[in-house]
């Protein structure tokens, strides 16, 4: 192999609860399972059950982490599974399901790396306002401090939220995701409380003894294809990118988003004293990085990208997103290239802080036969990536990870199962995993590294 990944430099894959995990029955309801039961929300009508039943079959996904030899693993906690009610009581079944999980982890020397909040919101509180509710980041601060407490010691690193954008605008302002509200206004202010419950849970998260705690977000590069759409641009990545990183740095809701949501909200939700709370220091920032987007004047012809669309953004003027081939089966554009413009976001808006990529994959074409499951083009995808991360690294970005999207084949969202990014395809009728040729390659990658050198 000649990828020459440096000692240290940590390699991972991730996934998320709602995802794989089915055994709805034995956790609190989340939004995303009533979610799945509207008609035609998800497209094949998948529900969460059973998804790639990873509670029942955790012995032989941990043996599978451990086959492919990951320095670490990304999975996200499901708070309903942990607090039916989204507050209060704790059930221990869920709690027994994630220690199991973080010990088989740490006995196959795997390092945990939890997220607390990757969409799946329990459906009381979805039901009492969800993210537009300020109380809903307070209640996602108790629950932080909970996870802290139980798991403090055995967890890796944290992250508070997967994402925020796709919860606030997918959720609240497209209607694409769960809840699947279209109010702009609510959106915004789903945006905010996000972050002010991510800045509450880091504090609560370390008075809890928690260590390395941080957040992940899906900073999306935008590019102008014109000089009179900079300005749609501009709205564009305001509302993707800029509102999350201004209010993490502490500056609030700039006046250009003020400006460009105009008449959408009153902007009653914000108070001067929040700021402080959601600029709480990190310890590291994570960025999945996927695509580009790239801005367009409208033209009724161009053809969608599944989330590339102008009402997921609040107040956006019309355009057009026109993804350059070669794309993805999800029709995004392939530019690895992209990711040192998304690092560089990062470092610009919040110096000094250690970078790790939380996903990067692909939904691609796979042809099956006797010899395996052939997936070339997902290898390529991340091979190239992780060579034009570990270029941005040389160039002095302070990237320490990298984590591949995903470990297994699983719900993707409105796509339910017609979507695969896995490494390891999961037979949704039967459950059986098989390895694909990029899991293989993965796993050949991970240890051909040099070791590192015996502690002295
Ligand atoms: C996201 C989520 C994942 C997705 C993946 C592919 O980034 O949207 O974190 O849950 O499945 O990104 O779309």
């Known amino acids: 192999m000649d ?19 089915g055994d709805v029955a034995g956790r609190g309801r989340a939004n995303w399972d009533d979610f799945a039961e509207r008609p035609g929300a998800i497209v094949d009508g998948s529900t969460g059950e059973p998804a790639c039943d990873h509670v029942h079959r955790l012995a032989e996904d941990l043996d599978l982490l451990g086959w492919l030899g990951v320095d670490a693993y990304r999975f996200s906690v ?6 039916p009610e989204g507050t209060g009581a704790l059930s ?25 909040f990757h969409w799946d919101l329990p459906s009381t509180l979805e039901d009492a306002g969800g993210w537009p509710a300020r109380d809903t980041a307070y209640r996602f601060a108790d629950y932080a401090h909970a996870m802290g407490e139980h798991f403090a010691g055995r967890v890796d690193r944290w992250a508070t939220l997967n994402e925020p954008w796709c919860s606030a605008f997918l959720g609240y302002c497209a209607g694409y995701f769960a809840p699947g509200r279209t109010e702009p206004g609510a959106s915004l202010a789903a945006a ?15 008075d809890a003894g928690a260590r390395n705690v941080g957040i992940v977000l899906n900073l999306i590069p935008v590019i102008s294809e014109s000089p009179e ?18 209010l993490l740095a502490g500056d609030g809701i700039s006046d ?8 959408l909200t009153d902007w009653g939700f914000v108070r001067d004293d929040d700021r402080a709370v959601m600029s709480t220091p990190i310890d590291w920032l994570g960025e999945n990085y996927y695509t580009v987007m790239r801005v367009a004047p409208l033209s009724p012809t161009d053809v969608h990208a599944i989330g590339q669309d102008v009402s997921m953004f609040p107040g956006c003027p019309p355009l057009s997103f026109v993804p350059r081939p070669p794309l993805t089966d999800m029709g995004w554009e392939i530019l690895p290239e992209g990711v040192e413009l998304a690092l560089r976001m990062a470092s610009d808006s919040l110096p000094g802080i250690p ?16 010899t395996g499951i052939h997936d070339p083009i997902r ?70 590294r040099s070791p590192e050198p015996p502690r002295s």
């Open 379 to 448: 290898s390529e995808y991340l091979e190239d990536h992780i060579r034009a991360l570990l270029r941005a690294r040389d160039k002095g970005f302070d990237v320490r990870g990298y984590y591949a999207w995903s470990l297994l084949d699983n719900l993707e969202w409105a796509s339910g199962w017609t979507k695969k990014f896995g490494l390891v395809r999961v037979d949704p009728a039967t459950g059986t995993r098989t390895p694909k040729d990029s899991a293989h390659w993965y796993r050949e990658l991970l240890s051909s």
């Open 3 to 21: 990828l020459d990944v440096p000692r240290g430099f940590e390699l991972g894959v991730a996934t998320s609860s709602w995802q794989i995990e």
């Open 256 to 263: 250009e988003i003020r400006t460009s949501c105009r008449g």
């Open 355 to 370: 970078l790790w990529i939380c996903e990067n994959g692909a939904a691609v074409h796979e042809s099956t036969d006797a």
């Open 229 to 246: 759409m900079d300005a749609a641009a501009r709205h564009v990545d305001g509302v993707q990118n800029r509102i999350f990183l201004d």
């Open 192 to 206: 905010y409380h996000l972050i002010l419950g991510h800045g509450l849970a880091i504090e609560r998260l370390r």
């Open 78 to 83: 499901s708070w309903p599974r942990v607090m």
């Open 92 to 116: 221990p079944s869920g709690l027994d399901f994630y220690d199991r999980l973080v010990d088989g982890l740490l006995e196959r020397g795997i390092k945990p790396a939890a997220t607390l």
